[in-house]
């Protein structure tokens, strides 16, 4: 009859084990052999076709058949078999969610609602992970597992795509001068389903300005409208709200078809300008770009003016060198009250919440310090060493003069001497990946040789504590 599997099924009913409401979602995760399990005490299933490997978009279906029963033990009247199905998004079923299976079938609105607790709004294509807990069920709602608390069976992969999403957002956005595309507003992060924020610094010039009106025109536009130039569908152009076209900051406008584009904002200044629009609130702002990052932080009592400063080419990607100890953060303006970049809780990624955690270094120290304030993402280079090195006879284009630090890392001092026609730079921890040139009164990263000012033993002093950074040389 039901063997040894009914013995132990019966067992547990005496001690009122498993029942409906036992079930609990927060299932310690598993790690099971690469052959997953498909037979155990007289039950023995298979993959539904929903599990074959192919991509199931739940657009398509109303129901996905996801575990077959091939054979049971004996079972008497009114008892039953029921699987419930575990979905996760990662391998080690971490943070795993619990679906009923209905016979063999889950229904898509059902996985689709899991899928987004699991992976957010994308509507991508994304990697599910799922198995299968058994359970003898009985005709008064009380049932019995299969195995132990982490038996699993039919443990498989599914890709899957979700409900389109009710509100369309593109890939990238484009900026429109008097237009004409002027730059390209990239996704500040993550998917832009979960993070609908798109940012791009964009050079306006006196001569955008219309000599009648004095202003400059501008709008946004989907990539998918720049591609096709078919407005028909809606949230393809976006602009100002039509209350304020001149505000720097406010609500955006779009159409919902061909017939009512909005009309352009309207400029009223030129410069390095960062465009910011959030698709899914339907905001924008318009800033002018920051001249430096400040780096406050333990190291200086959290004061910007004590700190260093970061500076940049295109006002996108900023570095520079920083006296960095324990906690710190990163400020576009010398003060609090612009945007802060704190930690986002992954490594070498910004966030701007307000309430973001300090930045941190293992030791106190010179910092070569990079930021793009697009992708939101940062890099730091401790500097071991600062050297001088060049033509004169102690290095030879070969050896480092390795400088001797301040106490706060950021005066660096060392005797050279040169000769006639010699010609040096500066760089850091023996390699070429961090160095400066071009002029002592100017040190440039990556830049050309320096010409020393003539034949003797000279002191030189390199100042990293302001921009620009300078190289101080005292004849002896």
């Known amino acids: 009859m039901f063997k040894k599997l009914n013995l132990i099924l019966m067992s547990a009913l005496v001690f009122g084990f498993a029942a409906c409401d036992d079930i609990d979602d927060a299932v310690a995760p598993q790690s099971y052999a690469p052959e997953a399990l498909m037979s155990l005490d007289g039950l023995t299933v298979e993959k539904g076709a929903a599990l074959s490997g192919e991509t199931i978009d739940l657009n398509e279906v109303s129901t996905l058949e996801v575990i077959k029963t091939v054979a049971t033990p004996e079972l008497r009247a009114g008892q039953s078999v029921e ?24 229904y898509a609105s059902d996985l689709n609602t899991v899928f987004r607790e699991l992976l957010g709004k994308t509507d991508k294509a994304r990697e599910l992970h799922v198995r299968f807990a058994a359970y003898l069920a009985y005709g008064d709602g009380a049932r019995v597992r299969f195995g132990e608390q982490d038996t699993y069976f039919a443990a498989s992969a599914m890709n899957v795509i979700p409900f389109t999403p009710e509100l369309f957002i593109d890939e990238t956005y484009h900026l429109l001068i008097n237009g004409e595309v002027r730059a390209t507003l990239a996704n500040t992060g993550g998917d832009v389903y979960d993070n609908p924020v798109f940012k791009v610094t964009a050079e306006i010039t006196d001569e955008d300005f219309d000599m009648e009106t004095f202003m ?20 393809m152009v976006f602009a100002p709200s039509p209350d304020a076209p001149e505000a720097l900051a406010g609500s955006l406008v779009t159409n919902s078809g061909a017939e009512d584009i909005p009309a352009a904002g309207a400029l009223v200044q030129s410069g390095s300008l960062v465009f910011t629009i959030d698709v899914e609130n339907m905001t924008y702002s ?13 190291a200086n009592g959290w004061d910007h003016a004590k700190s260093q400063v970061l500076t940049s080419a295109d006002k996108v990607n900023y570095q520079g060198m920083a006296h960095l100890n324990g906690g710190f953060k990163f400020s576009n303006v010398a003060g609090w009250d612009g945007t802060n970049y704190g930690d986002s809780g992954t490594p070498g990624l910004l966030s701007t919440d307000g309430g973001a955690g300090n930045l941190s270094v293992e030791s106190d120290g010179l910092y070569w310090c990079n930021v793009n304030v697009l992708d939101l993402t ?15 006879s102690a290095s030879g ?14 005066v660096y001092t060392a005797e050279v001497t040169f000769a006639d026609g010699d010609m040096w730079k500066i760089r850091t921890n023996g390699t070429w990946d961090i160095n400066f040139g071009g002029s002592a009164d100017g040190l440039v990263f990556n830049a050309g040789d320096i010409a020393a000012p003539g034949a003797g033993t000279y002191e030189i002093v390199v100042d990293f504590s302001k921009i620009p950074y300078t190289a101080t040389l005292t004849k002896k």
Do not use: C, H
Not at 87 to 96: E, L, P
Not at 218 to 234: F, N, P, V
Not at 384 to 391: A, C, D, H, L, R
Not at 398 to 403: K, Q
């Open 83 to 106: 699987y419930v199905m575990q979905v996760s998004g990662t391998a080690d079923f971490a943070n795993a969610k619990s679906l009923e299976v209905d016979g063999n079938s889950v």
């Open 286 to 298: 318009v800033a002018e770009a920051p001249a430096y990052l400040w780096t406050p932080g333990d």
């Open 378 to 392: 940062y890099s730091l280079t401790p500097i071991n060493t600062v050297g001088v090195i060049g033509s004169f």
């Open 397 to 410: 284009w070969g050896t480092d003069v390795v400088m001797t630090p301040s106490p706060d890392f950021l």
């Open 216 to 235: 400059i025109s501008w709008q946004i536009i989907a990539d998918t409208y720049k591609e096709t130039g078919d407005a028909s569908a809606a949230r």
